[in-house]
Structures are given as structure tokens and as C-alpha cells.
Antibody, heavy 119, light 113 residues
């Protein structure tokens, strides 16, 4: 059974960097062609897919255009986890952030982290 | 980006009755080379992450009760709950994964009448 455990701060100051980690058990971040995704949810934007990383003989990333200039998703094979970094945050980035496993359809999700951007 | 819309925004159905949710995509999510619709349905209860119910538009995820079914092709899709149970009260989302970004619909809230 795959489990995803999220960690990271719940409060970030404007202009700073949001950083979250998703630890994987029951699978490997290096499993070929399995995507490791970040999604966020807010009342104003609904569910918004942010991006993913996946391994297929080398590492690939896909990012949503809305955050492409600010986002980095990195795998960490030594710890079997992956991370989200979102730079230059504003209050508009306040949301519940989820990590999830899947190639499009997302069959395992983390528990969610409410991240508030406020000074 | 592919825009997903859903109707209705909310619905209330009596226990044991049928609930039907519609989802429309702004362009086809049917991939002609494998004849698969890149469309999923999720259920979300308060304080929980979304749960995958249906993928490839009509394939039920393991463990999902058979009262949940998905249908449709191209741009028009339907999620049907054949006999609503109390535990089905939730918000339901469709999602396309034909193109990145993998966009979600705005959700349909299902309640008991």
C-alpha cells in the first residue's frame, strides 16, 4: 500500500519560498513512468495541478504555466521523497497543498498541508 | 489549457435514488491511437484529499463500490451514482489528463434530500 506523508511549514511570508516535502512508502520515486505530482486547492482557484516529476531513463518535469517561472519539483532518491519549492509567494498562493502519485489519474494522495502566505 | 466544466453545481438526491453529474471538456480528451478517454472522477469529503473513483472515463478504481459508474467520450462525460448512500455525500470532481496542465472541473456538491 502506497502512502504519502507531507511535511513543511504552514506559514510563509510574502516574497519568500514555500517548501514542502512528500515522503513515499510502498513505492519508489524512481519507479519508471510513475508521476509524482503537486496539486493545490483554494476556494478561489479550486483544484489546481502544479506539476510533476517522473523518471523514464532520466528525470523529467512538467509544470503548469501559471507557476512555471516560480516552481521547482525535485526527486530525492536517497530519501525516497520529492519536494515542492515555490518562489516569491504572495497571498494568492495561500492554499491546501497536496502531493499525489499517478500518471494523470491520481490514485494516492498525501494528507494535505494548509500553507498560509502572510506577514 | 483544457477547461473543464461541470453541471449542476450542486444537487440533492433522496437516499437510494440516482445522482447524475455531468462534465464537459473544452476539447476532446479521447486519444485516437489507443481509443482511451483521459478523464478521471474524484470524490472529496471535508478535510480529506480527493479520492480517485473512475479513470479512463469508465474504469472503476479498485475498491470503489459498483454503484459508481462513468460514461461518455470525447468532450462529454457523466458520473452516475445508481443508488445514493449517506456516505456518498461529498464534492465530486472531473479531471482531464490528456494534456498538461491536468485540469480539474469546479466540482459538484452532492447532498441528501
Amino acid at each position: 500500500q502506497v502512502q504519502l506523508q507531507q511535511s513543511g511549514p504552514g506559514l510563509v511570508k510574502p516574497s519568500q519560498t514555500l517548501s514542502l516535502t512528500c515522503a513515499i512508502s510502498g513505492d519508489s520515486v524512481s519507479t519508471k513512468s510513475v508521476g509524482w505530482n503537486w496539486i493545490r486547492q483554494s476556494p478561489s482557484r479550486g483544484l489546481e495541478w502544479l506539476g510533476r516529476t517522473y523518471y523514464r531513463s532520466k528525470w523529467y518535469n512538467d509544470y503548469a504555466e501559471s507557476v512555471k517561472s516560480r516552481i521547482t519539483i525535485n526527486p530525492d532518491t536517497s530519501k525516497n521523497q520529492f519536494s515542492l519549492q515555490l518562489n516569491s509567494v504572495t497571498p494568492e498562493d495561500t492554499a491546501v497543498y497536496y502531493c499525489a502519485r499517478g500518471n494523470g489519474n491520481l490514485n494516492y494522495w498525501g494528507q494535505g498541508t494548509l500553507v498560509t502566505v502572510s506577514s | 489549457d483544457i477547461v473543464m466544466t461541470q453541471s449542476p453545481d450542486s444537487l440533492a438526491v433522496s437516499l437510494g435514488e440516482r445522482a447524475t453529474i455531468n462534465c464537459n471538456s473544452s476539447q476532446s480528451v479521447l486519444y485516437s491511437s489507443n481509443n482511451k478517454n483521459y478523464l478521471a472522477w474524484y470524490q472529496q469529503k471535508p478535510g480529506q484529499p480527493p479520492k480517485l473513483l473512475i479513470y479512463w472515463a469508465s474504469t472503476r478504481e479498485s475498491g470503489v463500490p459498483d454503484r459508481f459508474s462513468g460514461s461518455g467520450s470525447g468532450t462529454d462525460f457523466t458520473l452516475t451514482i445508481s443508488s445514493l448512500q449517506a456516505e456518498d455525500v461529498a464534492v465530486y470532481y472531473c479531471q482531464q489528463y490528456y494534456n498538461t496542465p491536468h485540469t480539474f472541473g469546479p466540482g459538484t456538491k452532492v447532498d441528501i434530500k
